[in-house]
């Protein structure tokens, strides 16, 4: 394959996520319509994958990738680039956007775009979980059943998530799980586990009010109940949770075992039922520009 001239800009768009009816590649073209700046749109395909968002961007030689889209999208893109020192960029163009509502990148075209050119560079961390890439959050039971529910709504955006929960809320049975977080076993009742990279989801409820994405460590939240008053610190008031309802723990690496196959997600996506989630940090891998 021939090499291309190095550019400054690749964009990855997802066409097929969100609902927005935003025209994101007609947005960067005119946003770049009078610069000097090199960049090449590079739209994804239903069944692209990583190999091939790869020889993209060894072709072009980017120094920054810009995923467009949610956050599976960013995921995709950031499993291309790891450990390299191309940086990623992010325009949020999917349904929750929870990665970029974490760094504060606005969901307006040109202040998004703004970021790329007048932002800078934050070296986080990532966690494998399953063998899988989490760049923001990864959970077990009430709300990974919610994904897999949104994924068949008719609906997008936050009210198809809405409408999701409400569907599976009282459906979902609570789990029983032997977990292992450093050297300390701890058997436990919940109805969701959360392996938290980041600290919010794209709903903006803080699920994890500790977390740092550039420190060495990761957080599980397990959430032994669901109450009111428990989502209501995580929506409006940011109090501290309530330890015989919610715990949080810190460590770069964790195992769980459930007693029953349970609803599993990474960044937004369903990966379906398991009984085995083991996690570990990858510090320092990824270089992501924010405001």
Known sequence: MTQQKSIEFLFIINPGSGSSTIDWAAEIKNYFADS????????????????????????????????????GTVKLVAECILNTKTKLGILPAGSANGLAKEFGISNVPVEALEVLLNGKSQKIHTVQVNGELCIHLSDVGLNAYVVKEFENQPVRGMWGYTMASMKVLWQNPMMEVTMKIAQKTIKVKAKMIVIANATKYGSGAIINPIGKLDDELFEVIVMKKISFSEMFKMVVSHKPYDSEKTEIFQTNELSIKSFRRVHFQIDGEYLGKIKEVKATIIPDCLDVVVP
Request: charged share 15%; net charge negative.
């Open 36 to 71: 000097t700046h090199s960049f090449e749109l590079y739209h994804l395909t239903k069944n692209c994958s990583v190999e091939t968002i790869s020889e993209k961007i060894n072709l072009f030689s980017p120094s920054t990738v810009v995923a467009v889209g949610g956050d």
